[in-house]
Antibody, heavy 119, light 106 residues
Framework: QLQLLESGPGLVKPSETLPLTCTVSGDSISSGSHYWGWIRQPPGKGLEWIGSINNRGTTYYNPSLESRVTISVDTSKNQFSLELTSMTAADTAVYFC???????????WGQGTLVAVSS | EIVMTQSPATLSVSPGERATLSCRASQSVSSDLAWYQQKPGQAPRLLIS???TRATGIPARFSGSGSATDFTLTISSLQSEDFAVYYC????????FGQGTKLEIK
């Protein structure tokens, strides 16, 4: 059974960088069959795709966030990570990691992790 | 960027009645359209993919239709567990989501 688990700080200060990691079990990122991505949801609001990466490190980002986002992959640990710079209150959200099959919809979701931005 | 617009924002329906939710894309997404149900504190749950194909385990009262820019999710006879927020999502050009329709008990 495929599982994804997000980890990282629950609180970040304004202007700092958010680091999140997603650990995958039950599938191998190295297999190359899929992309792996991040989606976020501010409290009480809708869903926003952040970006996705494959096992070779090829990335695609939401144009609205591209200047602040870096997604990376560590196939040896079966993990992928998100860095979001210059955090503001508007970045307060639940961050989900997902399996993102090529040309398809995200078919597995992590439980999500709430990140608050506050001094 | 493809913009997805859902209507209405809130829909009030009585249990046992039919609910019809709409989703419009700013440009054609072919049939690359998914519908999700989300309840508080949970990740979205896939209901429909390919505009009209129910996901595994999804009851037959959920149906999807449409193509290109206009899509509909219909719930034929609302059960208590169906009251939630519903999102459409296009995956024709990466991903973008509608803003959601909250289905509430009338």
């Amino acid at each position: 059974q495929l599982q994804l688990l997000e980890s990282g700080p629950g609180l970040v200060k304004p202007s700092e960088t958010l680091p999140l990691t997603c650990t995958v079990s039950g599938d191998s990122i190295s297999s190359g069959s899929h992309y792996w991505g991040w989606i976020r949801q501010p409290p009480g609001k809708g869903l926003e795709w952040i970006g996705s990466i494959n096992n070779r490190g090829t990335t695609y980002y939401n144009p609205s966030l591209e200047s602040r986002v870096t997604i990376s992959v560590d196939t040896s640990k079966n993990q992928f990570s998100l860095e979001l710079t210059s955090m503001t209150a508007a970045d307060t959200a639940v961050y989900f990691c997902v399996r993102d099959p090529i040309g398809s919809y995200p078919d597995y979701w992590g439980q999500g992790t709430l990140v608050a931005v506050s001094s | 960027e493809i913009v997805m617009t859902q209507s209405p924002a809130t829909l009030s329906v009585s249990p046992g009645e039919r609910a019809t939710l709409s989703c419009r894309a700013s440009q054609s997404v072919s049939s690359d359209l998914a519908w999700y149900q989300q309840k508080p504190g949970q990740a979205p749950r896939l209901l429909i993919s390919g505009a009209s194909t129910r996901a595994t385990g999804i009851p037959a009262r959920f149906s999807g239709s449409g193509s290109a820019t206009d899509f509909t999710l219909t719930i034929s006879s609302l059960q208590s567990e169906d009251f939630a927020v519903y999102y459409c999502q296009q995956y024709n050009n990466w991903h973008s989501f509608g803003q959601g329709t909250k289905l509430e008990i009338k």
